[in-house]
């Protein structure tokens, strides 16, 4: 029973990192159909913020080192910039593109930020030591409940109910609904496109560093690629909760999580290679059972 | 007249590499190595150290009396460019060709080396297939198999720090760390010590929370007293940050990927971590190896991150001793030679080859210990057992 309980915070805490990632990419798919694979990188460029950029093998915290307060809405500027910059110099100018067509350029941008990063840092994986004191564990009797983990799972409903409520109360929020529901409708009745579109790659932008910051903290490490396997769960979350459904996406985003590490932690050690492959088998029945995801949005339903 | 200038350029373009770029009284040194992409974190410093050899050794009059040249080619860390690479510099005359430090990306470039004839050397693959096996008769590497340095782990941890029960936590990602720990799991009965557990990680994994969560359980109820991490980094620091956040105060034993301080400040007040490798980019205690470092950060204002630039200066003193040997360049003759040398002295320590066997199986490596930031030395193990070749290859599961 303590095994099955410990398997259940750990399946918890990875689900709810996925779900914070999935938040971000349900949100941009949710307006504008775009699968936004660059979301990966966007984690990774605020996890390179926090260093001092060059090529040195030794990694230096430089806006990493600064208190919590300033740090965090440092990190979020910079990849909210990063990702305005991506829409104003990509996806804008595809507008009126496909969503296949956006989904390949969403691979570009992706493919141009690991490489700059690259560049700019090197290839060798760097070393931080983020906020190492939230790396401690509650126990309770032999239940060991990570400190880091609740922060993240709490971070994670906060912003997602931060986001709820400000789709539905706030004049931008309604705004944004609006597009999500027809954007050319919307745009005829005075909403304006790509401020709303601005503002949805912006909110996407924030989600992506409080994952950065917290991922960084749990791994310590860096790495030109480190946010892809992170964007790819997620985007599999993102369709097995429902495509364009916020609160789908964090529901798929624990579904994953819990499965991933159930598999982790049941299966038979020679089949534990294949885990992956069993969770994505799960994901398969899901979509044959419930094409539309688990929590289908009403926008898409139509749609697709 | 343009179009005549036009013509002219272009046959004086189209003719330039057929020049022959090869001198009588020069030796040819290929390099087709990556010099960007993320292999070129790997590949540079080995570079960097064959450059230095060349460069001593050309100050002593070269090998046979000739001089060496160098010519390289940029494989790009893709393994189409690595043929393409491998085969210019065959092209260009190259008496030898230096490939990446790892088979499958060096592999591409290796071959066309072996299928003109030529010796190639991959700098720093742990693989016994680079080599014999995988490549040709005529390829090298010059790094020792990744089994090794778990069976070092696993004899020096029985021996010098009286660990019996052990877990191995396998980054299934690559090869080299299901080599490693091969090599431990091994190792290990062969000394009476027991493997209580098992589990594994992909280096993707978000977390290995579930694997922490098994090998607490192992530590409480069936004693495990140390841990084989066979992973690189970034997932291998990744890995020890959340094994030590999450209480497990065990020694860790890992394999010589680890090596180097960058990677340590993912890992606030680590210790009890050990690995082995085969030379000490700081304080090693020869002073040859310590030379040579010093002769690498007067060059290029710092000295090697890791072990991996040392194992080609070794095999670069080893070639050209044996092509005194012989009395020429030629790879046949300079192979034949290679293939009988017995602890063979070099910088590193005494290496070896045999004629079915181009990786190094049972050098004496030094097993370091982690303190926060400092890597030191303490002692040099050799295996007493030569590795079977069902564990080299790893038939069998």
Known sequence: MIAFLQNLIDAVSLGSIYALTALGIGLLFGILRLINFAHGDYITIGAYALIVPSADVTARLMIGELPLVVMTPLICLIVVVVALLSDVLVFRPLRRASSPTLMIASFAVSYIIQNGVMMFYGARPKAVDLWSGANTQILIGDLRVPMLQLIILVVTLVLMAALTLFLRKTPYGIQMRAAAEDFRMATYLGVRGNLVIGLAFAISGILAAAVSLLYTTQSGSLSHTMGLPLALFAFVAVVVGGMGSLVGAVVGGFAIGIIVTMLQAYLPPELRAFRDAFAFAFVILVLLVRPAGLVPSRTTFERV | MRKLLYALLGSVVTLLPLQPARAADEIT?????????????????????????????????????????????????????????????????????????????????????????????????????????????????????????????????????????????????????????????????????????????????????????????????????????????????????????????????????????????????????????????????????????????????????????????????????????????????????????????????????????????????????????????????????????????????
């Open chain 2, 29 to 397: 040194l290929g390099m087709a190595v990556a010099f960007s992409g993320w292999m070129e974190a790997y590949d540079g410093e080995a570079t960097k150290m064959a450059q230095l050899w060349i460069e001593e050794q050309n100050a002593k009059g070269g090998v046979l009396g000739k001089k060496i040249k160098v010519i390289t080619a940029d494989t790009k860390t893709d393994r189409v460019e690595g043929a393409k690479a491998g085969k210019q510099l065959v092209d260009e005359g190259a008496d030898m060709l230096l490939v990446s430090a790892d088979y499958d990306y060096g592999a591409p470039a290796a071959l066309q080396a072996q299928k003109a004839g030529i010796i190639s050397v991959f700098i720093g693959a742990s693989d016994p297939k680079a080599g014999v096996l995988g490549v040709g008769p005529l390829s090298f590497t010059a790094n020792n198999a990744a089994q090794l340095e778990g069976a070092v782990m696993a004899e020096w941890g029985y021996e010098k720090k009286g660990l019996r029960k052990g877990y191995m936590l396998v980054d299934e990602t690559l090869e080299y760390n299901k080599s490693a720990c091969a090599g431990y799991e091994w190792m290990l009965p062969l000394k009476k010590g027991e493997l209580v557990g098992q589990d594994s990680f992909k280096s993707q994994d978000a977390t290995i929370s579930s694997q922490v969560t098994r090998l607490a359980e192992a530590i409480r109820n069936k004693g495990v007293d140390h841990v084989m991490l066979c992973s690189a980094n970034p997932a291998a620091a990744s890995a020890l940050r959340q094994l030590r956040a999450a209480g497990v105060s065990i020694p860790v034993l890992s394999a010589t990927a680890m090596d180097g301080t960058y990677w340590v400040n993912s890992v606030p007040g680590l210790k009890d971590f050990y690995l082995p490798v085969q030379a000490l980019v700081k304080d090693d205690p020869r002073p040859d190896v310590s030379a040579l470092t010093a002769a690498f950060e007067k060059k290029y204002g710092k000295p090697p991150t890791t072990q991996y630039a040392y194992p080609i200066y070794a095999f670069l003193q080893m070639w050209a001793a044996a092509a005194t040997k012989a009395g020429t360049t030629d790879s046949k003759a300079v192979v034949a030679v290679l293939n009988e040398m017995s602890d063979f002295p070099t910088v590193i320590g005494p290496r070896s080859f045999a004629p079915k066997l181009h990786v190094q199986t049972r050098n004496p490596m030094f097993v370091v210990s982690y303190d926060g930031d400092k890597e030191t030395s303490v002692g040099e193990w050799t295996i007493t057992q030569p590795i079977p070749d069902p564990v080299l290859y790893r038939l069998k599961k």
